[in-house]
């Protein structure tokens, strides 16, 4: 009988626990997408220019702080955004510890077909929710960003949970 060589007994051992080993990697690369699409980056307001939309309407309709996480929802539009030259930035707490939040946009035809009433509306993406870490010790304030150029249009909620 042929005594199989160190390459052959490693080959077989991996086709016999090769399913095992698959479930394995699988979870670990779930488990490390969902921690980076989850995590927290700082977030600079004082790098952009302040200004005020008067066309900018926001509502936050549920917020949940936890000490580890936050979860948010609500609708927010402008004459800027939706639009090609501006992009929105959800963010929680003040100062330097402000973090963007990522977010997931929600279709809303209730706003607008509200905020449209010549039934002409661009799309109806205005909502938004997310969930997502937070570090520890973050203010209960979030706040709606709108950025186009290098100029910041926004407006605050503070959570009440």
């Known amino acids: 009988m042929k005594i199989p060589d160190a390459l052959h007994q490693s080959l077989m051992l991996l086709k016999t626990h090769a399913f095992v080993l698959g479930i394995s990697l699988s979870l670990l690369l779930t488990l490390a997408l969902c921690h980076a699409w989850t995590a927290h980056r700082t977030f600079s307001p004082d790098s952009f220019t302040s200004a005020d939309d008067p066309s900018m309407k926001a509502r936050v309709e549920t917020c949940h702080i936890t000490p580890k996480f936050i979860s948010v929802s609500g609708w ?86």
């Open 76 to 161: 927010v539009l402008s004459d800027l955004w939706p639009g090609p030259k501006a992009s929105f930035v959800l963010t929680a707490g003040d100062g330097a510890q402000e973090v963007s939040i990522p977010y997931r946009l929600q279709e809303r035809p209730d706003i607008a077909h509200a905020t449209h009433t010549d039934g002409n509306a661009f799309h109806n993406r205005y909502g938004f929710t997310a969930i997502a870490r937070i570090p520890a010790g973050i203010t209960p304030h979030i706040h709606l960003n709108i950025i186009a150029g290098h100029t910041l249009y926004r407006t605050s909620h503070v959570c009440r949970s």
